[in-house]
T-cell receptor, first 114, second 115 residues
Framework: AQSVSQHNHHVILSEAASLELGCNYSYGGTVNLFWYVQYPGQHLQLLLKYFSGDPLVKGIKGFEAEFIKSKFSFNLRKPSVQWSDTAEYFCAVIPNFGNEKLTFGTGTRLTIIP | EAGVAQSPRYKIIEKRQSVAFWCNPISGHATLYWYQQILGQGPKLLIQFQNNGVVDDSQLPKDRFSAERLKGVDSTLKIQPAKLEDSAVYLC?????????????FGAGTRLSVL
């Protein structure tokens, strides 16, 4: 079964700082990768996804993520964060074939200080 | 487009009581999922429906949890009897079809506290 690791549990940054949140997965086959975001008091919503093709994917609100197959990683980045980016971020993976179960990491809580 | 609707938003019960959660997926979405999210963890799949049939319930504690999706639209998740460790947010999600290259849309969740 696949698993997802998010090593940063809580990240605190000042506005305009650059952001990188780590995500590593364990699965030997082809996977589809997602980053979901949960703003305070709101539901989980999709930030961006990778299915195939260009390993650098762009999402909403200026976020991007890079899939590095050799490192089993799908790190989330943003060059300049805003206070409104304060939220919890979840990385998730689902194998392309077989048991199609979406597996989430434990999440990273991001706090942006104005 | 209306999102995934869940109710209630909050529920407080005592252990050994029963509780039920309701979910209405996005219109036209054939696949419906129930997740459990314990504080400090990511969502964990409990059960997955394709229309009104169960696809995967391998992580559902069947001695106390049950779920149904009559008529392939709305779904209910029930816990009977509840234990302290069932305190969590119960999320419902839906997707258009059951394939890996598919986006799951989540509801706001029901926060359950078992005292």
């Amino acid at each position: 079964a696949q698993s997802v690791s998010q090593h940063n549990h809580h990240v605190i940054l000042s506005e305009a700082a650059s952001l990188e949140l780590g995500c590593n997965y364990s699965y030997g086959g082809t996977v589809n990768l997602f980053w979901y975001v949960q703003y305070p008091g709101q539901h989980l919503q999709l930030l961006l996804k990778y299915f195939s093709g260009d390993p650098l994917v762009k999402g909403i609100k200026g976020f991007e993520a890079e899939f590095i197959k050799s490192k089993f990683s799908f790190n989330l980045r943003k060059p300049s964060v805003q206070w409104s980016d304060t939220a919890e971020y979840f990385c998730a993976v689902i194998p392309n074939f077989g048991n199609e179960k979406l597996t989430f990491g434990t999440g990273t809580r991001l706090t942006i200080i104005p | 487009e209306a999102g995934v609707a869940q109710s209630p938003r909050y529920k407080i019960i005592e252990k050994r009581q029963s509780v039920a959660f309701w979910c209405n997926p996005i219109s036209g979405h054939a696949t419906l999922y129930w997740y459990q999210q314990i504080l400090g963890q990511g969502p964990k799949l409990l059960i997955q429906f394709q229309n009104n049939g169960v696809v995967d319930d391998s992580q559902l504690p069947k001695d106390r949890f049950s779920a149904e999706r009559l008529k392939g639209v709305d779904s209910t998740l029930k816990i009977q009897p509840a234990k302290l460790e069932d305190s969590a947010v119960y999320l419902c999600a839906s997707s258009l079809v059951r394939v890996a290259k598919n986006i799951q849309y989540f509801g706001a969740g029901t926060r359950l506290s078992v005292l």
